[in-house]
């Protein structure tokens, strides 16, 4: 089946099974890497990327279901590399990531975050992502989004 | 350190390593037999894993055209840090920005692969001397070079920013190597002392942090090569299970599929697309012959002091025959800790491109030796003719240092002529698998009348850890017994007049793997909450306790006095709680590194909620600060998640955890306020990424014991 939608802005056109999950069309056939597989069962967040603006948890959503919308994975979320989103200025800041694997869906989740809570509180923070980390990078990941926020009001 | 050593670890640097300027190896060194060198080190050292992976350490320095640095790294970076803990030592010695040394894998095309695995959190502390050799050998050629060309001495020149500069000459390193033909290898160098350090010991930021948070990081799963298949592998949910029926029709007429292997056991859908094999792999329908039936029960039964063969790894004075004396009368307590899943983000993965004559394996591993030992093997193929790519890895802890998929890759490709990418679903990450064993620990203590300590003795019982990691028994058939959980904080490290240490080799019938920290977790949690009850039953402070018994000269006891002192006056430990705060302690040494936790918590609804964590940990010699306090804060968590929540368990031969879901660990919520102190209390550094995680248990049952009165001497801690 053809789909169209528009990732990081640009418009596209696939044709797969309409079943395939999101996450697999973005990193195999679009070949955006940055997005990773953890669990594949909508449990772990590192899949996590933005439809129409929502953080969603990329392994557990049909292709089908996007089409007409627009994707943003973390390739996306920067206008470029010397421009960084203040998420990503932020989690250099705080010097956030280990191994890495798991900082693109929490830096998508954290990026969806900020937008509703620009001011978040630790608790909003807490209780506001569920991703897993298994470096142990957490308490930097909470300091990175409040010094995000500090960016963002910063710039505004 | 004596000039005998130096000039040991200098041979054995530049053993395959080079140095290379203008796109030519100018200077490589051949050393002494592998064997000579590894039994020179296991004389010194019974410590392993530290000294597997300080084995022959290969690089391979070469100044770019645009005067960048590049450094082929022998050890892996699993996120520990170590690319900036190496280019750091290098331009310690080379006058260039650390950033400008662009630190890789090394692949093994060009022979520069450690022998052994990155793991014993020794990476850069191995590294400390070799690397800042070479980089300074390097230098003093450059100079060499110039001072040929400016007809000056090579004293008279000062390196800086990358550059040679004497009088008004100036040229770059990168000019000098492209113009300069020949090449003398100086004497090493007398290596600049820790106070003339310009870069090491200070906190700088990571050299892998833009790819990291811009994603353009390449972990295995990202990697890709022409042509690629992908495939999927059946791999048996039961410990043992071999295949009974197998029916793969509607998989090989689902769409997208190439060919569905079967080798014996192996049995893969090999696919246009990882979804079309994914989904054809769930047409498959299997039978599972389950000849491993192994319960619960059984485990903790076969994980017993007293069963098995026990092994005496530490004596003093008569420990045993008092505690024996007596029996009626002594402080006897004992401790359990649980299975448990690596469960670290990236699964395991591999791609492999097997053809005639040659294979070429990209795999996140810990042990590139291992991937081409046991490929060469499987595919009757000379170790030569195989090259291994290593990607970052997205995770170890451990799990990455055996059993990959790299050997089911190669069979795979070998058997569809294509390069194909195989990599695990999280069920198979957590059900087919290799896992930190359960322990069973008895403490037992003689206390005289005034509250002294006469006698103590410690009994660990442990399956052995090094026979997945070295492949063979062999270990376990020298020492009769699992010597790295033995090596690894079994022994008592307080000055007790009467100390014995026993350790118990079980024998289970389940993958075991080494889990980060080893043996010392499980040794932690038992020693240090035994210690927190003596100090409790005997009414004393668990700080004050402890000091009183290192009061030796040892460098040890010197340096854990000093740690602990740290300790109480940075989490205020002798300031008033707060209501319904209880307050809790541990220290552990291992990796020659010192680390100690104090905790601060309280018990909201049943449940525990650890407030503050307070870290100070004594590592030798720093190299970088802030990387250092990174690692500490991720074992706080690790640390926190071991102690709550984490534990797998088996059922009829099965483990019964296969999703997070049921794997409970730690997540934000869980983030109390962590504070991390750093001591040096020695010359060179020791190992950081595992220490600190041990103290994290036996502090917070330490704390519950404080708050409650109850002593918890299992794990994970359940209140009721
Ligand atoms: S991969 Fe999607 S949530 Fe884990
Ligand atoms: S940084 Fe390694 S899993 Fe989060």
């Given at each position: 089946m053809k789909i169209d939608f528009k990732i990081n802005g640009k418009p596209t056109s696939i044709d797969v099974d309409p079943a395939m999950p999101l996450l697999w069309v973005v990193r195999d056939e679009l070949k955006l890497t940055a997005t990773k597989f953890g669990c594949g069962m909508a449990m772990c967040g590192a899949c996590t990327l933005h439809i129409d603006g929502e953080a969603?948890?990329?392994?557990?959503?049909?292709?089908?279901?996007?089409?007409?919308?627009?994707?943003?994975?973390?390739?996306?979320?920067?206008?470029?590399?010397?421009?960084?989103?203040?998420?990503?200025?932020?989690?250099i800041e705080e010097q956030v990531p280990q191994c890495g694997y798991c900082q693109s869906g929490f830096m998508m989740a954290a990026a969806k975050l900020l937008e509703e809570k620009p001011n978040p509180s630790d608790d909003d923070i807490k209780n506001g992502i569920t991703n897993i980390c298994r470096c142990g990078t957490h308490p930097r990941i909470i300091k990175a989004i409040k010094r995000a926020a500090e960016i963002n009001n910063q710039n505004h | 350190m004596s000039t005998e050593k130096k000039s040991f670890s200098r041979r054995k640097f530049l053993q395959r390593g080079a140095i290379v300027f203008g796109g030519t190896v100018v200077a490589s060194y051949l050393g002494c037999s592998p064997l000579r060198r590894f039994t020179a080190q296991k004389a010194e050292s019974m410590d392993l894993p530290a000294m597997m992976s300080s084995l022959q350490p290969d690089f391979w320095f070469e100044v770019l055209p645009d005067n960048t640095i590049s450094l082929k790294s022998p050890k892996i970076e699993i996120g520990q840090g170590v690319f900036t803990g190496l280019a750091m030592l290098a331009a310690e010695e080379l006058d260039v920005p650390y950033e400008q040394i662009k630190v890789e894998h090394a692949n093994t095309k060009s022979g520069l692969i450690d022998e052994m695995n990155t793991g014993g959190s020794s990476s850069t502390a191995s590294l400390y001397e070799p690397i800042r050799e070479v980089a300074a050998t390097m230098r003093e050629m450059l100079k060499e070079a110039a001072a040929k060309k400016w007809g000056v001495k090579a004293s008279e020149i000062n390196t800086e920013n990358g550059t040679l500069l004497s009088g008004n000459n100036k040229i770059t390193y990168a000019e000098i190597a492209k113009e300069n033909k020949n090449w003398?290898?100086?004497?090493?160098?007398?290596?600049?002392?820790?106070s003339a350090f310009k870069v090491v010991g200070k906190s700088v930021k990571r050299t892998d942090l833009k790819a990291k948070v811009m994603g353009t990081a390449k972990y295995t799963l990202d990697s890709e090569l022409p042509d690629m298949l992908y495939a999927v592998l059946l791999q048996s949910p039961y410990l043992d299970g071999t295949i009974k029926t197998l029916d793969t029709k509607e998989a090989e007429k689902s769409t997208g599929v190439v060919k569905v292997v079967r080798e014996g056991e192996l049995v893969a859908v090999v696919a246009k697309t990882f979804y079309a094999a994914d989904s054809a792999f769930k047409k498959i329908n299997v039978e599972?012959?389950?000849?491993?039936?192994?319960?619960?029960?059984?485990l903790i039964k076969f994980v017993t002091v007293g069963n098995g063969k026990e092994v005496n790894i530490q004596k003093e004075g008569n420990a045993k025959s008092i505690i024996e004396d007596n029996k009626a009368t002594v402080f006897k307590q004992e401790y359990r800790t649980p299975m448990a899943a690596h469960a670290q983000m990236e699964v395991n993965a591999a791609i492999a491109h097997v053809e005639a004559d040659k294979a070429l394996i990209i795999a996140g591993t810990q042990g590139p030796k291992i991937v081409i030992d046991t490929v060469s093997k499987a595919l009757n193929l000379d170790k030569d003719k195989i090259e291994v790519q290593t990607p970052l890895v997205g995770g170890g802890f451990?799990?990455?240092?055996?059993?990959?998929?790299?050997?089911e890759a190669a069979l795979i490709s070998k058997a569809v002529g294509k390069p194909v990418k195989l990599y695990n679903s999280r069920q198979q990450e957590f059900q087919n698998s290799l896992y930190r064993p359960n322990t069973h620990h008895v403490l037992q203590a003689k206390i005289g009348q005034n509250g002294e300590i006469e006698a103590i003795t410690h009994d660990q019982a442990t399956p052995d850890m090094l026979k997945n990691l070295m492949g063979t028994g062999l270990p376990n058939k020298i020492l009769g017994a699992d010597f790295i959980s033995a090596g690894h904080g079994a022994s008592l490290m307080y000055n007790f007049k009467n100390k014995s240490v026993s350790v118990w080799n079980a024998e289970v019938p389940i993958p075991i793997g080494i889990w980060r920290g080893v043996g010392m977790f499980p040794n932690a949690?038992?020693?240090?909450?035994?210690?927190?009850?003596?100090?409790?039953?005997?009414?004393?402070?668990?700080?004050?306790?402890?000091?009183?018994?290192?009061?030796?000269?040892?460098?040890?006891?010197?340096?854990?006095?000093k740690v602990l002192e740290t300790l109480i006056e940075k989490s205020g430990w002798?300031?008033?709680?707060?209501?319904?705060?209880?307050?809790?302690?541990?220290i552990g040494n291992d990796r020659k590194s010192i680390a100690a936790t104090a905790i601060e918590l309280a018990i909201v609804e049943e449940k525990i909620v650890v407030k503050k964590v307070t870290q100070v940990l004594d590592c030798g010699i720093s190299i970088n600060p802030e990387g250092i306090k990174q690692q500490m804060e991720g074992a706080t968590m690790m640390g926190i998640g071991a102690a709550l929540y984490e534990e797998a368990t088996v059922k009829d031969g099965q483990i019964e955890q296969a999703y997070f879901s049921q794997y409970p660990m730690v997540s934000l919520t869980d983030v109390p306020e962590i504070q991390c102190f750093i001591l040096e209390g020695d010359d060179i550094p020791y190992g950081v990424g595992e220490p600190p995680l041990a103290p994290i248990a036996p502090a917070i049952a330490g704390a519950v014991l404080d708050l409650t009165g109850k002593a918890i001497r299992s794990l994970p801690i359940k209140l009721s």
């Amino acid at each position: 089946m053809k789909i169209d939608f528009k990732i990081n802005g640009k418009p596209t056109s696939i044709d797969v099974d309409p079943a395939m999950p999101l996450l697999w069309v973005v990193r195999d056939e679009l070949k955006l890497t940055a997005t990773k597989f953890g669990c594949g069962m909508a449990m772990c967040g590192a899949c996590t990327l933005h439809i129409d603006g929502e953080a969603t948890r990329s392994c557990s959503v049909p292709v089908e279901s996007i089409a007409g919308k627009n994707i943003t994975t973390l390739e996306g979320l920067s206008e470029s590399a010397e421009n960084l989103h203040p998420i990503q200025q932020a989690w250099i800041e705080e010097q956030v990531p280990q191994c890495g694997y798991c900082q693109s869906g929490f830096m998508m989740a954290a990026a969806k975050l900020l937008e509703e809570k620009p001011n978040p509180s630790d608790d909003d923070i807490k209780n506001g992502i569920t991703n897993i980390c298994r470096c142990g990078t957490h308490p930097r990941i909470i300091k990175a989004i409040k010094r995000a926020a500090e960016i963002n009001n910063q710039n505004h | 350190m004596s000039t005998e050593k130096k000039s040991f670890s200098r041979r054995k640097f530049l053993q395959r390593g080079a140095i290379v300027f203008g796109g030519t190896v100018v200077a490589s060194y051949l050393g002494c037999s592998p064997l000579r060198r590894f039994t020179a080190q296991k004389a010194e050292s019974m410590d392993l894993p530290a000294m597997m992976s300080s084995l022959q350490p290969d690089f391979w320095f070469e100044v770019l055209p645009d005067n960048t640095i590049s450094l082929k790294s022998p050890k892996i970076e699993i996120g520990q840090g170590v690319f900036t803990g190496l280019a750091m030592l290098a331009a310690e010695e080379l006058d260039v920005p650390y950033e400008q040394i662009k630190v890789e894998h090394a692949n093994t095309k060009s022979g520069l692969i450690d022998e052994m695995n990155t793991g014993g959190s020794s990476s850069t502390a191995s590294l400390y001397e070799p690397i800042r050799e070479v980089a300074a050998t390097m230098r003093e050629m450059l100079k060499e070079a110039a001072a040929k060309k400016w007809g000056v001495k090579a004293s008279e020149i000062n390196t800086e920013n990358g550059t040679l500069l004497s009088g008004n000459n100036k040229i770059t390193y990168a000019e000098i190597a492209k113009e300069n033909k020949n090449w003398d290898i100086p004497k090493t160098p007398k290596l600049r002392p820790k106070s003339a350090f310009k870069v090491v010991g200070k906190s700088v930021k990571r050299t892998d942090l833009k790819a990291k948070v811009m994603g353009t990081a390449k972990y295995t799963l990202d990697s890709e090569l022409p042509d690629m298949l992908y495939a999927v592998l059946l791999q048996s949910p039961y410990l043992d299970g071999t295949i009974k029926t197998l029916d793969t029709k509607e998989a090989e007429k689902s769409t997208g599929v190439v060919k569905v292997v079967r080798e014996g056991e192996l049995v893969a859908v090999v696919a246009k697309t990882f979804y079309a094999a994914d989904s054809a792999f769930k047409k498959i329908n299997v039978e599972w012959n389950t000849p491993n039936k192994v319960q619960q029960a059984d485990l903790i039964k076969f994980v017993t002091v007293g069963n098995g063969k026990e092994v005496n790894i530490q004596k003093e004075g008569n420990a045993k025959s008092i505690i024996e004396d007596n029996k009626a009368t002594v402080f006897k307590q004992e401790y359990r800790t649980p299975m448990a899943a690596h469960a670290q983000m990236e699964v395991n993965a591999a791609i492999a491109h097997v053809e005639a004559d040659k294979a070429l394996i990209i795999a996140g591993t810990q042990g590139p030796k291992i991937v081409i030992d046991t490929v060469s093997k499987a595919l009757n193929l000379d170790k030569d003719k195989i090259e291994v790519q290593t990607p970052l890895v997205g995770g170890g802890f451990g799990r990455k240092a055996v059993k990959g998929l790299y050997v089911e890759a190669a069979l795979i490709s070998k058997a569809v002529g294509k390069p194909v990418k195989l990599y695990n679903s999280r069920q198979q990450e957590f059900q087919n698998s290799l896992y930190r064993p359960n322990t069973h620990h008895v403490l037992q203590a003689k206390i005289g009348q005034n509250g002294e300590i006469e006698a103590i003795t410690h009994d660990q019982a442990t399956p052995d850890m090094l026979k997945n990691l070295m492949g063979t028994g062999l270990p376990n058939k020298i020492l009769g017994a699992d010597f790295i959980s033995a090596g690894h904080g079994a022994s008592l490290m307080y000055n007790f007049k009467n100390k014995s240490v026993s350790v118990w080799n079980a024998e289970v019938p389940i993958p075991i793997g080494i889990w980060r920290g080893v043996g010392m977790f499980p040794n932690a949690f038992a020693i240090e909450s035994f210690m927190n009850e003596l100090a409790h039953q005997t009414k004393k402070d668990p700080i004050a306790f402890r000091i009183g018994l290192l009061q030796n000269d040892d460098k040890i006891s010197v340096r854990s006095k000093k740690v602990l002192e740290t300790l109480i006056e940075k989490s205020g430990w002798k300031t008033p709680k707060a209501e319904g705060i209880g307050r809790g302690v541990a220290i552990g040494n291992d990796r020659k590194s010192i680390a100690a936790t104090a905790i601060e918590l309280a018990i909201v609804e049943e449940k525990i909620v650890v407030k503050k964590v307070t870290q100070v940990l004594d590592c030798g010699i720093s190299i970088n600060p802030e990387g250092i306090k990174q690692q500490m804060e991720g074992a706080t968590m690790m640390g926190i998640g071991a102690a709550l929540y984490e534990e797998a368990t088996v059922k009829d031969g099965q483990i019964e955890q296969a999703y997070f879901s049921q794997y409970p660990m730690v997540s934000l919520t869980d983030v109390p306020e962590i504070q991390c102190f750093i001591l040096e209390g020695d010359d060179i550094p020791y190992g950081v990424g595992e220490p600190p995680l041990a103290p994290i248990a036996p502090a917070i049952a330490g704390a519950v014991l404080d708050l409650t009165g109850k002593a918890i001497r299992s794990l994970p801690i359940k209140l009721s």
